[in-house]
């Protein structure tokens, strides 16, 4: 069984550019979630999506950032026009969720992402 | 809104001694899970414990336990002979039931001693 994988691993780019980065869950995984981590804090909540649908964003998400989760597997998270303060590890996690019992989210390794 | 608080930025331990990190956190709801992921360097998250805010028993997983005291709202873990492969920054967790997202703490960074 495969855990959740991310990709990119590493991205530096040049302010003003457009990123993308892939989350791929667990497979029988029906959420899954995105995160940033600045260097010394917790993760903080961006998204996430049940199936298909994306059920929840955060405030933290602008208007430049976009996530899809077109087939209910993997996940795409957009990122445009970049900017200094988007520098920070985004991470995916996945989990099942099966009626009203709390699901344990899995996470994958994060993409470091580094806007010069 | 929940809230975790971790006071303990940095603690230390010598291999094969017992070691407690501490966790706060505030929750309006009755009903919430709290958990403890550990992040080594440059390393992924990992799940350490779980714990249900119903239950009364304390989790238990091999090294690692937690004293869950639902009305402090306290939530400390307990590594007992201390690896140098529990060197790890270690996170505390909520999430509401009638939620889904992670409300993590800031964090406190392990360091086994040899």
């Known amino acids: 069984d495969t855990g959740v994988s991310q990709d990119p691993r590493h991205k530096i780019t040049k302010r003003g550019q457009n990123v993308t980065f892939r989350c791929d869950p667990i497979?029988?995984?029906?959420?899954l979630y995105w995160y940033r981590q600045t260097l010394g804090q917790g993760p903080e909540f961006l998204t996430y999506?049940?199936?298909?649908?994306?059920?929840?964003k955060s405030r933290l998400l602008s208007d430049r950032f976009s996530a899809e989760r077109p087939k209910g597997s993997f996940s795409t998270l957009e990122i445009q026009r970049t900017e200094q303060g988007d520098s920070a590890m985004y991470l995916c996690?996945?989990?099942?969720?099966?009626?009203?019992?709390?699901?344990?989210?899995?996470f994958g390794p994060g993409t470091r992402l580094t806007v010069l | 809104a929940q809230t975790v608080t971790q006071s303990q930025p940095e603690m230390s331990v010598q291999e094969a001694e017992t070691v407690t990190l501490s966790c706060t956190y505030d929750?309006?709801?009755?009903?919430?899970?709290l958990f403890w992921y550990k992040q080594p360097p440059s390393r992924q998250m990992i799940l350490v414990i779980r714990?249900?805010?119903?239950?009364?028993q304390n989790a238990t997983e091999n090294r690692f336990s937690v004293n869950f005291q639902k009305a402090a709202k306290s939530f400390s873990l307990k590594i007992s002979d201390s690896q140098l492969g529990d060197t790890a920054m270690y996170f505390c967790?909520?999430?509401?039931?009638?939620?889904?997202?992670?409300?993590f703490g800031e964090g406190t960074q392990l360091t086994v001693n040899p």
């Open positions: 497979s029988e995984h029906n959420r």
């Open positions: 714990q249900e805010a119903y239950k009364q």
């Open positions: 929750t309006s709801e009755n009903n919430y899970y």
């Open positions: 967790a909520l999430v509401e039931t009638s939620g889904s997202r992670l409300t």
């Open positions: 996690a996945s989990s099942f969720r099966s009626g009203q019992n709390t699901d344990t989210q899995y």
């Open positions: 999506f049940q199936n298909e649908a994306q059920l929840e």
